[in-house]
């Protein structure tokens, strides 16, 4: 640690000019995730405003329709929805579901997780969403489980009105390109 502040020092000096550089160093156990800097009264703070929350969501979901996978368990900061009953009746699947989403400017949830749970989507609200958020969320959701019903081609193709649409997954997955390529 000496040699790194020395090094740090001397470049700040002789690069920067700096005739007197203040070097100030802190130390966090990378370990210690949000608790690191959230401590114990915040985790515990920011822990029940996420179950709050998921519970929230969790109930309004299932007054609005939504299969909840594990209905008599209480949330804890994440949820599960099941549209396999949409999936039977109108061919409407969890991913068109997701893309629906986009399309609201709503980041979509885990699709598909975890394995055991047909057509599924893991919900998991932040803590620092706002009932009316939340709320908004749901009437979103709700929007979409009537075009499920009433119009599924419609959500089978969204998004509509994101830059790209839908990717091909499996020339995606046979034709793979890790490369990275800047744009001219």
């Not at 909840?68 to 061919?91: C, D, N, T």
């Given at each position: 640690?000496?040699?790194?502040?020395?090094?740090?020092?001397?470049?700040?000096?002789?690069?920067?000019g700096?005739?007197?550089?203040?070097?100030?160093v802190?130390?966090?156990?990378?370990?210690?995730?949000?608790?690191?800097?959230?401590?114990?009264?915040?985790?515990?703070?920011?822990?029940?405003?996420?179950?709050?929350?998921?519970?929230?969501?969790?109930?309004?979901m299932?007054?609005?329709?939504?299969?909840?996978?594990?209905?008599?368990?209480?949330?804890?900061?994440?949820?599960?929805?099941?549209?396999?009953?949409?999936?039977?009746?109108?061919?409407?699947?969890?991913?068109?579901?997701?893309?629906?989403?986009?399309?609201?400017g709503i980041?979509?949830?885990?699709?598909?997780?975890?394995?055991?749970?047909?057509?599924?989507?893991?919900?998991?609200?932040?803590?620092?969403?706002s009932?009316?958020?939340l709320?908004?969320?749901?009437?979103?959701?709700a929007?979409?489980?009537?075009?499920?019903?009433t119009?599924?081609?419609?959500?089978?193709?969204?998004?509509?009105?994101?830059?790209?649409?839908?990717?091909?997954?499996?020339?995606?997955?046979?034709?793979?390109?890790?490369?990275?390529?800047?744009?001219?």
């Amino acid at each position: 640690l000496e040699t790194v502040l020395r090094t740090v020092d001397a470049s700040l000096r002789s690069r920067f000019g700096i005739v007197r550089p203040r070097i100030a160093v802190l130390g966090l156990n990378p370990h210690a995730g949000e608790d690191g800097h959230l401590g114990r009264e915040g985790m515990r703070r920011v822990s029940e405003f996420a179950t709050l929350n998921a519970n929230y969501l969790a109930r309004r979901m299932a007054e609005k329709g939504f299969d909840l996978a594990y209905p008599q368990r209480r949330a804890s900061h994440e949820f599960i929805v099941s549209v396999q009953k949409q999936k039977k009746a109108h061919g409407v699947t969890a991913l068109d579901f997701s893309k629906g989403l986009l399309d609201y400017g709503i980041h979509a949830p885990t699709n598909y997780f975890p394995l055991l749970v047909p057509e599924c989507l893991l919900i998991e609200p932040t803590e620092t969403e706002s009932k009316e958020v939340l709320d908004g969320f749901v009437e979103v959701m709700a929007e979409l489980l009537e075009k499920a019903k009433t119009d599924p081609e419609w959500l089978k193709a969204a998004p509509y009105t994101t830059p790209v649409r839908r990717l091909d997954d499996v020339k995606a997955a046979k034709d793979l390109d890790l490369a990275y390529r800047a744009r001219a």
